[in-house]
């Protein structure tokens, strides 16, 4: 069973809330949920194959070397945990722990890597199309 954390991006002071600020501070989550300048982030049980963990809303690099690094964010869609990038033919609808992969499921944890989130640094979603010209 996944462990429920999550974080909150505030968007007037444009800083990000991690689930250890919640706890220091003694901020419970229905306050963040219920105050208007904070967006959270549902943690999805996973760590990047560094041992990032991975949260709605961050952008992971499926592999480290061009022309075949895919850039897609983490969405919460339909009850799971959704890869969405530009290139949604094979990931934009798959859930993040169960990517398949010649006919084989993978955790995705295994392959991929959190560079950022689409708060802090929306500037990586772009890297996609730069990459195909």
């Not at 943690?43 to 560094?50: A, F, N, P």
Request: aromatic share 12%; glycine share 4%; with cysteine.
């Amino acid at each position: 069973m996944r462990e429920i954390k999550f974080r909150a991006w505030e968007t007037i002071a444009k800083f990000m809330a991690t689930h250890e600020d919640f706890i220091e501070t003694k901020i419970p989550y229905y306050q963040m949920i219920q105050a208007e300048s904070y967006i959270l982030m549902q943690y999805t049980g996973l760590s990047d194959k560094e041992g990032v963990e991975i949260y709605e809303g961050d952008i992971l690099a499926l592999s480290n070397t061009p022309p075949n690094r895919m850039i897609v964010s983490v969405v919460f869609e339909d009850a799971c945990f959704v890869l969405n990038g530009t290139q949604t033919d094979f990931y934009g609808k798959t859930c993040l722990n169960k990517v398949a992969h010649e006919d084989e499921a993978y955790e995705a944890s295994h392959y991929c890597e959190v560079i950022g989130n689409m708060y802090e640094n929306p500037e990586l979603l772009n890297e996609n199309i730069k990459q195909e010209r």
